[in-house]
Each structure stands twice: as structure tokens, then as C-alpha cells.
């Protein structure tokens, strides 16, 4: 019996598209993914959850931080209030993106960056100290300093993420055991239930089992919707887990 995750209200974003009158040569408009952008009328977002997933480099994490950024949060991560910047290594694909709105706003967002949430987290430290309202309540009680990148990212998810939010994800894996994506999916699947709306990145066959969610696939020649089955992640981790020693032989050999 198959188990559905029912959507709560319609999705905030739905869809995205590339001002072509403004792009330019060079990075990153030479990547495959935003050419497919440029020749179409569109990329469309699913309500409840959309998975972005591909080889290292297809464009995936550079899109997904666009998107966040074209919507208002801060490139490095957090809400919409974040305004820090350790090191601007933002793309100009921001500037050159159209998001198509719904109806609904959402009342509360977060962009979550497995690579610089170190940063966030010191601003979350910062804002805590000076705020009129302290901060770190929102994170579990503790400073995500405090505690170990997986067990804050799951304190993040837990208690700071919350009904019919945004949430735009960039690679959440990075930090999580197998357990802990395991929590993660459980979270995203209530919080859709409660109106939330998630845009993310990943390379996990864990996260990617989440029922109802769109898979899209980035290659060489775009974008293009795949079922779970056939998703990269996937296919890969089967066949290797099915046969290692296969693998192994094949990517050892030069030291064999």
C-alpha cells in the first residue's frame, strides 16, 4: 500500500524562468542547466516538495542558490533577516531569475547551506547577543556551535522550521548519518502536511524516497523529471550496494 504525503494549500513558488534579454557569456550562464532555462518557457515547482539531483557540477547547488536569493534570503543561508556576508562566491544567476508567485505568501523561510551554515551559525550566536528577542530558542536552546553539524542541522529542522514555510535546501545530507536523514524526511513530510513548500538539492536515495515529491534530474542536456527508480542516486548506490567488489575492482585497479 503505497503511503502519499497530502499537500496542505497550494505551493508559494511556482515556477521559475531565465530573463533571457539580460544573460550573458561565461559562468554560469554556460552551464547545461541554465541553457535549458534559456530555451524554455519555464521550470516548474511542485507545492509540496521539489528534489534537484545530478553529478557533482551539473548545476544543481548553483541553481538552488539562486533561486533562494531570488527569493529573498541571504546567500549564505538563513531567513530573509540574515543579511551577514563572510565572502560574496554567489553567482549572477540570482539577477537574471523570474519567480513565478502563487497566491499565498509564506509566513515563515529558511535556506539552509550545507557549506557555509558555520557562518550562520556564528550569526545566529551574534544576532542572539545583541537581538531584543533572544535567538537561540528557535535552535533547539543551544548554540549549533555547541552541538555536532549533524545534531544542529536536526535541531534546525525540529525547531526552527515551521508551518507553511519555504524552505529552499542546498545538499542537507552533507552532515546527517543515515538515521538522521531518516528524521529529516520524517520532518519534511509533517511539515508539508502543514502547508510548507520545499525546494532541495541532495545527493541522498534516503531523502529522495519522501512520497509525492518531484525528482528532477540535471545533466548534460537539462532538466528533466525522473521517478525515484531511475533517479541517479539511486541507480548508483543499488548497483554498488548489490556489488561492491565489482566497483571496487574497477576503481581500485591502478593500485591493485
Not at 513558488?13 to 539580460?22: K, S, Y
Not at 539531483?53 to 541571504?74: D, I, Q, R, Y
Not at 550562520?120 to 535567538?135: S, W
Not at 549533524?150 to 552532515?175: C, K, N, W
Request: with cysteine; net charge negative; hydrophobic share 45%.
Amino acid at each position: 500500500m503505497a503511503i502519499l504525503v497530502t499537500v496542505k494549500g497550494a505551493g508559494f513558488i511556482r515556477d521559475i524562468r531565465l530573463d533571457t534579454g539580460r544573460i550573458h557569456e561565461g559562468y554560469p550562464f554556460d552551464l547545461p542547466v541554465v541553457a535549458w532555462l534559456a530555451r524554455s518557457p519555464g521550470l516548474e515547482v511542485s507545492p509540496a516538495v521539489t528534489f534537484l539531483v545530478g553529478e557533482n557540477g551539473s548545476g544543481k547547488s548553483t541553481l538552488v542558490e539562486a533561486v533562494a536569493v531570488a527569493c529573498g534570503f541571504n546567500a549564505e543561508g538563513g531567513s530573509q533577516s540574515f543579511q551577514f556576508a563572510t565572502r560574496a562566491s554567489e553567482s549572477r544567476l540570482a539577477d537574471h531569475l523570474v519567480v513565478g508567485w502563487g497566491l499565498r505568501k509564506p509566513r515563515t523561510g529558511y535556506f539552509l547551506r550545507a557549506e557555509s551554515y558555520y557562518n550562520v551559525a556564528t550569526e545566529i550566536e551574534r544576532l542572539d547577543e545583541i537581538g531584543p528577542v533572544p535567538l537561540l530558542p528557535s535552535y533547539g536552546g543551544v548554540s549549533p556551535h555547541e552541538r555536532s553539524h549533524g545534531e544542529s542541522f536536526l535541531d534546525l529542522v525540529t525547531h526552527r522550521f515551521g508551518p507553511q514555510g519555504l524552505y529552499i535546501l542546498d545538499e542537507p545530507e552533507a552532515a546527517l548519518s543515515v538515521r538522521g536523514c531518516m528524521a529529516v524526511l520524517a520532518r519534511i513530510a509533517d511539515l508539508v502536511r502543514q502547508g510548507s513548500q520545499f525546494v532541495i538539492a541532495t545527493h541522498s536515495p534516503i531523502l529522495l524516497a519522501l512520497p509525492g515529491a518531484t525528482i528532477l534530474q540535471l545533466d548534460g542536456e537539462g532538466i528533466a523529471p525522473v521517478v525515484y527508480d531511475e533517479s541517479l542516486p539511486v541507480t548508483l548506490t543499488r548497483d554498488f550496494l548489490a556489488a561492491p567488489d565489482r566497483y571496487l575492482r574497477h576503481l581500485l585497479a591502478e593500485g591493485l
